[in-house]
T-cell receptor
Framework: SQTIHQWPATLVQPVGSPLSLECTVEGTSNPNLYWYRQAAGRGLQLLFYSVGIGQISSEVPQNLSASRPQDRQFILSSKKLLLSDSGFYLC???????????FGSGTQLSVL | AQKVTQAQTEISVVEKEDVTLDCVYETRDTTYYLFWYKQPPSGELVFLIRRNSFDEQNEISGRYSWNFQKSTSSFNFTITASQVVDSAVYFCALVTTGTASKLTFGTGTRLQVTL
């Protein structure tokens, strides 16, 4: 069966510090991968998606970046965090692009 | 442009009451899929159902049922005999097909079920 792992679960970082959130999928190959952010108002905002290794599409311009160094690994990064980067970050995967997403358990990021 | 509207921000019910969560969507595409996801307090979104635009049959799964009506562009979700474990944020989502596939989530409805 397929599983998705996302870590860390919680993270407190000072403004200006770097960020690296990691997500891995097991039990499937060539998944579509996504990073979403959920701000305090609950809405889900798509940040990045990837349909293959090295292929990253950005939905919202910001100081975040994403990389897919391996087929089932998706990393969300920042060189310098802003206060506005605080939120709940969710990684997800799907077999068919944009259909039936399976989500990770999320990372609660607090930038202070 | 496509849009998903969940007008109910929060709903509170007492256990065993029935509750309906509304979802209204907008799209110009004739082929699309609709979804419902549940986000319990743990944070992880859980897939509940997928419905394609050509299948207007209502679906029932245990205490859950979904009413898809293309005439009103709605895909409402009803929980019968609600339980405390149903407390969560519920998201409706729409995805269009093809190379320009776009997935859009509604803003969610927080359901609180109390004893």
């Amino acid at each position: 069966s397929q599983t998705i792992h996302q870590w860390p679960a919680t993270l407190v970082q000072p403004v200006g510090s770097p960020l690296s959130l990691e997500c891995t999928v097991e039990g499937t190959s060539n998944p579509n991968l996504y990073w979403y952010r959920q701000a305090a108002g609950r809405g889900l905002q798509l940040l990045f998606y990837s349909v293959g290794i090295g292929q990253i599409s950005s939905e919202v311009p910001q100081n975040l970046s994403a990389s897919r160094p391996q087929d089932r690994q998706f990393i969300l990064s920042s060189k310098k965090l802003l206060l506005s980067d605080s939120g709940f970050y969710l990684c997800a995967w799907s077999k068919v692009f944009n259909e039936k997403l399976f989500f990770g358990s999320g990372t609660q990021l607090s930038v202070l | 442009a496509q849009k998903v509207t969940q007008a109910q921000t929060e709903i509170s019910v007492v256990e065993k009451e029935d509750v309906t969560l509304d979802c209204v969507y907008e799209t110009r595409d004739t082929t699309y899929y609709l979804f419902w996801y549940k986000q319990p307090p743990s944070g992880e979104l859980v897939f509940l159902i997928r419905r394609n635009s050509f299948d207007e049959q209502n679906e029932i799964s245990g205490r859950y049922s979904w009413n898809f009506q293309k005439s009103t562009s709605s895909f409402n979700f009803t929980i019968t005999a609600s339980q405390v474990v149903d407390s969560a944020v519920y998201f409706c989502a729409l995805v269009t097909t093809g190379t320009a596939s776009k997935l859009t989530f509604g803003t969610g409805t927080r359901l609180q079920v109390t004893l």
